[in-house]
């Protein structure tokens, strides 16, 4: 064989490198876009999922938050107590609640005592001005004559 014949024969075979080179980076820069578009997609779907878990987990949240307080706010506070169930803030402002609802109760047991008393109270004065009013009682006859 031939110097220029080696040298053809080593010229093809960098040609069939450069080519199966050129193929393999092609081929491996369509797995790396196939491999990007999966990734998309479950970044996505991961994305939809946790949020999706976020917000149930904000509504469970604010729903554990607000029944109490909506108990509360609901509530006629002649009723019984509400049983304090936690001792975070929602059970102290239930605490606090029937604080304020048995100093109310109690307030207005002493005001209609009070009433009582003085409807009483009022009562003997009415009476007393009838009866002072009727001892006072002159005919006009003899009020005539005078004037």
Known sequence: MSVADEARNIQLGFEGLAS????TVRQTGLNIITDNHTLNTVNFISIIT?????IGIALYSATSISRPV???TERDLSDDA???????????????TNILSEKLQSMLRQIQVSLLLSGCSVAKQDNTVQQSEEKSYVPY???DGYI
């Open 50 to 54: 946790v949020s999706l878990i976020a």
């Open 82 to 96: 509400l049983t304090v169930q936690s001792k975070d803030e929602i059970g102290q402002l239930i605490g606090a």
């Open 20 to 23: 199966n080179r050129e193929e």
């Open 141 to 143: 006859e003899i009020i």
């Open 70 to 72: 909506r108990r509360i």
